[in-house]
């Protein structure tokens, strides 16, 4: 049973495969993410929840209606499934969660490295946390913690530099930039590569993922490209199982700084240049800093990537000594056995939740 955080919940999920006898998920109202979880055979509920950090006054009233509904529903869905334990992984989603089940044991996994203030409050009812990075510790001082890395889905990781090539017909000497901002894409950095896209692909391959709210755009830069850049240039609106064989066909990354490229882009060996969201608050910053501080990747501000997001990867993929310097450092920040590491947490915290029953019953 789990709230927020869907991806790497889905690789925990994988991880346990027929380990527990049966998993609800609690999601949230959007439809997206009932629909994702559609193709894993999932059982799923939703309630209703939202943020109240940075809410103006206006929506304050009505964001803290939503959290007490969902409070009534998260305890109406625990009370009628009976979890074991509770799998939390961030979120405003997972407070209602958590508050109704606060007597049920729960495995929390911090997925970035600052725990937002959904996390500090779900932490307030577990004893079990997982967290991406060591550097997560610092904010987790007089817990119990344990650093697992960053769980990554088995569609992703069963690609390889041979067959992801082969998947977007790349030969393998040609260089390959990635460029990617979620699913719903990030503007600044589509507009930044669709401004220098004729230069770059006069040297290399880009593999483009522009979002769905961007895909209009993409198609129509590809449609004004001389025919002979065309066949260079791989647009696509959004992956899901294909995404690994981007991250394993490329030899540099852009893409903002969300949690999963503490997991994702260190199980690739993917340098990269980040650009963190201005919007996010500090977490993305502290993602793309502690990247950079380990020798993996560079930070470049939002603002000025018109400006010098050519020149940036020109410089990086022009200097095949650094690539293979960043490639290293990045690769020895993946912990490959994350998943497996957080399901094991689960299936001891369950066991020691049934022998509590035992011994009480």
């Known amino acids: 049973m789990t709230g927020g955080g869907v991806y790497p919940a889905i690789a925990v999920l994988q991880a346990l495969k027929d380990k527990t006898d049966e998993v609800l998920w609690v999601g949230s109202r959007s439809g997206m993410e009932e629909t994702l979880l559609k193709q894993y055979d999932l059982s799923f509920e939703a309630v209703s929840a939202a943020g109240l950090h940075g809410v103006s006054l206006r929506s304050l009233p009505g964001n803290l209606d939503q ?63 997982a967290v991406s990075t060591n550097k997560s510790l610092e904010f987790l001082k007089n817990m119990k913690v344990k650093v697992t890395g960053y769980p990554i889905r088995e569609e992703l990781i069963r690609w390889d530099r041979t067959s992801g090539r082969k998947y977007f017909g790349i ?127 560079l930070t470049l501000e939002d603002g000025d990537l018109k400006n010098q997001l050519e020149n940036k990867v020109r410089s990086l993929m022009n200097n095949r000594e650094q690539l293979t310097v960043m490639r290293k450092a990045m690769k020895a920040l993946s912990i490959p056995d994350s998943a497996q590491q957080i399901a094991d947490m689960i299936i001891e915290t369950g066991k020691a939740s049934v022998s509590k029953e035992e011994s009480n019953g």
């Open 171 to 297: 030969p393998e000497k040609e260089q390959v930039l990635l460029v990617f901002g979620g699913s719903k894409g990030a503007l600044s950095i589509n507009q930044a590569l669709f401004h220098s896209l004729g230069s770059l692909l006069n040297d290399m391959h880009v593999i483009h993922i522009s979002g769905k709210d961007n895909w209009e755009d993409a198609q129509l830069v590809k449609d004004s490209l001389d025919t002979s850049l065309k066949e260079k240039y791989h647009a696509y609106p959004f992956l899901h199982e294909e995404m690994g064989a981007a991250f394993a066909a490329a030899d540099l990354a852009v893409c903002r700084a969300g949690s999963s490229t503490l997991g994702e882009l260190p199980y690739f060996g993917l340098p990269a240049i980040l650009v963190p969201y201005p919007y996010a608050w500090r977490y993305q910053r502290q993602n793309a800093e502690y990247l950079q501080s380990n020798g993996s990747a």
């Open 67 to 129: 959290l007490a509904r969902g409070l009534r529903e998260a305890r109406a869905i625990i009370n009628r499934f009976k979890p074991q334990v509770l799998f939390l992984t961030g979120g405003y989603l997972g407070v209602p969660v958590a508050f109704a089940g606060r007597k049920i044991p729960s495995v929390v996994f911090i997925p970035d490295i600052e725990p937002g203030l959904a996390l500090k409050a779900i932490l307030r009812f577990t004893e079990n946390v």
